[in-house]
């Protein structure tokens, strides 16, 4: 099976941090693009920001100057850097990459983690 497994997510302060961790396993020949979506309770989910296979990244204009997405090719894994978080950020956090697996031939093919959990409250 192919799977992206999120964790790092957590209770957090308004003002606090917090690191998340996105790893892909399975049968993966390469790795495109990655990011990070959110999704508060009763709303949809929303873009938070992506790199692609050579680092470059983007933003969402809520997050800018706040979190930071990187990624580590060698481990098959995407991070999410958060810093001050607020109360608005509370939400499950979902990772999604773009694969290309050892079977099946050479199309790529979208996939979603089954979220993390983030909470900013006092």
């Known amino acids: 099976q192919v799977q992206l497994v999120e964790s790092g997510g957590g209770l957090v302060q308004p003002g606090g941090s917090l690191r998340l961790f996105c790893t892909a396993s399975?049968?993966?020949?390469?790795?495109?693009?990655m990011g990070w979506y959110r999704q508060a309770s009763g709303k949809q989910r929303d873009f938070l920001a992506d790199?692609?296979?050579?680092?470059?990244?983007m933003y969402a204009d809520s997050v800018k100057g706040r979190f930071t997405i990187s990624r580590d090719n060698a481990k098959n894994t995407v991070y999410l850097q958060m810093n001050s978080l607020k109360l608005e950020d509370t939400a499950v956090y979902y990772c999604?990459?773009?694969?290309?697996?050892?079977?099946?031939?050479?199309?790529?093919?979208?996939?979603w983690g089954q979220g993390t959990q983030v909470t900013v409250s006092s």
């Open positions: 999604n990459a773009d694969l290309i697996l050892t079977t099946g031939g050479l199309k790529m093919t979208n996939y």
């Open positions: 399975g049968r993966i020949r390469s790795i495109s693009g």
């Open positions: 790199i692609n296979a050579v680092g470059n990244t």
